[in-house]
Structures are given as structure tokens and as C-alpha cells.
């Protein structure tokens, strides 16, 4: 167990393999014996179910407010908590999030990162980029889906990813393309690992 814990983020549209990404960590922390933690935002908290059953007056403002209350929970119930044991944290999503998506939507980018304030910045931040379109194929193949998503949403998807890499030029991400087979993309996200965390040993 580590003295200090560390907060490990993975981003990405949908498709991207973040999710795959981040659970995989975890399992290689946890199998050369470090004690680590999955996790993802938006969580099942009250505020989101309640978020939910108001669609109809939903707004991208809206969204920034309860997901950054359902982090602020998040944090303090779990996250935290596994910090001060010394674990490491890895997250499916994290403000980024918020701000790719609320952003895209029409939310103030600087506004939201102001409701954030108050979350803690991880240690290390991973954008997994993938193209609108290739995420979206790749949720068409994997729900079987035979109906490409609409236009609109593709739309949509392409603001995000240009947050997400404004952000990366802002040096709050660190790019990792998710175009590439899944072992490179590993890979590099080792890499990446490496280089922020060397105390980290057994890791391959």
C-alpha cells in the first residue's frame, strides 16, 4: 500500500475505451499488489436520479450544477476516503467531463471549471481520443446496433472533442490516441504511467 494515494482520471467520448482502459488498470494495480479502486462519474446519487426524472427542464447549466453536487458527494464518500488508505483511485470520467459535455452544449467552459473548484485535481489526467465517428460506430457494433446515430448527435460530439483537446493544450490531459489497437493503446498509457509515477515498479 502506498503512503500517499494517487488519483488516476481516464477521459474520452463514448467509444473511446476509457472504460476498458481504466478497469484494466485497476486490475494490473491490483494484481502486482497495489490496493487500487475503480470508480465513474455521473454516479447512481440521489442528485442524478433526480436530474433524471426532470428531463423535460434539463439544460446544460442545469447538468454542470447536480453533476458537480453528485461529485462533491462522490469525492467525500469514496474517493477521498480510498486516498487517505493509500489506494490508488482510477476514474471512468471526472470534471473534464463536465466540461467537454456541458461545455459543448452551451455552458460557459470557464464557468464550469469554477463549480468544480472545490475537486480535487488528480494526479494524472488521460484523454483517449478517438474520432466522433469511430466511437460511435464502435457502440453501434458492440449494442448491435444497425442505425448510425443521427446527425445531431455526431454534431455534438465533434464540440466535445474540441474541448477535450483544448484541454490537452492546456497541458490538463495527456493525449493518448484511441484510434490505434487496443495493446498499443496500452501501451502507451504505460508509458504515460511510467513517467508520472516511476516509484510505481511491475508495471507491464
Same mark, same amino acid.
Given at each position: 500500500?502506498?503512503? @500517499? ?10 467509444? #473511446? ?6 478497469? +484494466? ?10 490496493? #487500487? ?14 436530474? @433524471? ?24 464518500? @469514496?474517493?477521498?476516503?480510498a486516498l487517505e488508505e ?13 466540461? #467537454? ?9 470557464? +464557468? ?6 472545490? #475537486? ?21 457494433? @458492440? ?62
Amino acid at each position: 500500500m502506498l503512503r @500517499k494515494g494517487i488519483l488516476i482520471v481516464i477521459e474520452g467520448l463514448d467509444g #473511446a475505451g476509457k472504460t476498458t482502459i481504466a478497469r +484494466w488498470l485497476v486490475d494490473l494495480f491490483n494484481n502486482i499488489g497495489y490496493n #487500487a479502486l475503480y470508480t465513474y462519474e455521473p454516479t447512481d446519487s440521489l442528485f442524478v436520479k433526480a436530474l @433524471k426524472s426532470y428531463s423535460e427542464f434539463r439544460s446544460a447549466e442545469l447538468d454542470a450544477l447536480v453533476y458537480a453536487a453528485d461529485r462533491l458527494i462522490h469525492l467525500r464518500s @469514496k474517493v477521498l476516503p480510498a486516498l487517505e488508505e493509500g489506494k490508488i483511485v482510477v476514474m471512468d470520467r471526472y470534471y473534464f467531463s463536465s466540461i #467537454a459535455y456541458q461545455g459543448a452544449q452551451g455552458a460557459p467552459i470557464e +464557468w464550469v471549471f469554477e463549480l468544480n473548484k472545490y #475537486a480535487r485535481n488528480p494526479d494524472l489526467a488521460i484523454y483517449i481520443d478517438v474520432e466522433p465517428e469511430i466511437g460511435l460506430m464502435r457502440l453501434s457494433r @458492440k449494442e448491435g446496433l444497425s442505425r448510425f446515430p443521427e446527425y445531431e448527435k455526431l454534431e455534438l460530439l465533434r464540440r466535445v472533442r474540441e474541448i477535450y483537446l483544448e484541454l490537452v493544450n492546456r497541458g490538463l490531459l495527456i493525449l493518448v490516441d484511441g484510434s490505434k489497437e487496443l495493446d498499443t493503446v496500452k501501451s502507451e498509457v504505460l508509458e504515460i504511467i511510467h513517467s508520472a509515477f516511476p516509484f510505481l515498479r511491475g508495471l507491464n
